[in-house]
């Protein structure tokens, strides 16, 4: 599938951005385009992984592309003295540039960025699904009980959501609810 008319093109996972602070009720510009193997124009939207830490207080962050009027939809909640991860979808300027803000919070908040890959005029195929949970450990739902150091889930993907048995790769969100600190 594509994105706004654009196509998939994966990278291997590079950290792009690490620990900027971010104030409260602040935003951070961050330019991908023509660095990390991003054309500098012509990239559409970016596949994220976008983690906080060193926030005293709760809080959120939203993501959408500079020069677009403010997004309302938090991408990332995050809380105090918590590393927090989220896989994120977001649109950018023509040009590779995106907007971070902090909301909801009086803390500064430390954000580190990973770029998984990024849609733009040429690239692969990919099919997209509407979200559905497909494992809920607290429900019993493809498995259960916590996921503690040294465990792994196996879970199965295939014929669910009219994913096939042939499939190559899944894209999938990961939370992690309620982790034991440590």
């Not at 193997?37 to 962050?61: C, I, M, N, Q, W």
């Not at 259960?144 to 150091?149: F, I, K, L, N």
């Amino acid at each position: 599938q594509q994105y706004g008319g654009m196509l998939f093109n994966p990278t291997e996972p590079r950290r792009v951005v690490t620990n900027v602070s971010i104030p409260a009720n602040s935003t951070k510009t961050i330019k991908f385009g023509g660095r990390n193997g991003v054309p500098g124009d012509g990239s559409g939207a970016f596949v994220l992984t976008v983690s906080t830490s060193g926030a005293t207080k709760s809080g959120t962050l939203r993501v959408y592309p500079a020069g677009a009027t403010e997004s309302i939809t938090d991408v990332v909640s995050y809380r105090a003295n918590a590393r927090i991860s989220s896989s994120v979808i977001t649109a950018s300027r023509r040009d590779g540039t995106i907007v971070i803000k902090n909301v909801n919070t009086v803390s500064a908040v430390q954000v580190t960025i990973d770029i998984n890959g990024w849609y733009g005029t040429s690239g692969l195929g990919h099919t997209g699904t509407k979200p559905k949970r497909i494992l809920d450990t607290t429900t019993g739902l493809g498995a259960s009980g916590r996921v503690t150091s040294g465990r792994s889930v196996s879970f199965a993907v295939a014929n669910q959501l009219g994913i096939p048995v042939n499939a190559k790769a899944v894209a999938l969100q990961v939370l992690a609810l309620d982790p034991d600190t440590g």
